[in-house]
């Protein structure tokens, strides 16, 4: 059975800093794209980053351009997203997700997703 198990999230003020991690099991996603998306309250899901299979490619939306960064272990099955300078519009659940097609998901598809872990930014 494959796994996809986020942590890290949890409250920051605004302007501060926090670092998810999503481990897999199960299966070796080394040659898949691997991403962070997110859902707000009463708001769609949308693509927050994605990272290519060999680390090569990366997207941002532009919401996040300059304060998050997206990177991956291969060797470790684990990916993760650094947050810096949090704003309180960042507040949401961030699921780690994988696809074979980093295309795809740049446009907020993929076909394994992870349960989510909370991020709340207080002003």
């Known amino acids: 059975q494959v796994q996809l198990v986020e942590s890290g999230g949890g409250l920051v003020q605004a302007g501060g800093s926090l670092r998810l991690s999503c481990a897999t099991s199960?299966?070796?996603?080394?040659?898949?794209?691997m991403g962070w998306f997110r859902q707000a309250p009463g708001k769609e899901r949308e693509v927050v980053a994605v990272i290519s299979w060999s680390g090569g490619s990366t997207y941002y939306a532009d919401s996040v351009k300059g304060r998050f960064t997206i990177s991956r272990d291969n060797a470790k099955n684990t990916w993760f997203l650094e947050m810096n300078n949090l704003k309180p519009e960042d507040t949401a659940v961030y699921y780690c997700a994988a696809d074979r097609s980093y295309r795809s998901m740049t446009v907020n598809r993929a076909g394994s997703w992870g349960q989510g872990t909370q991020v709340t930014v207080s002003s």
């Open positions: 199960g299966r070796t996603f080394n040659t898949y794209a």
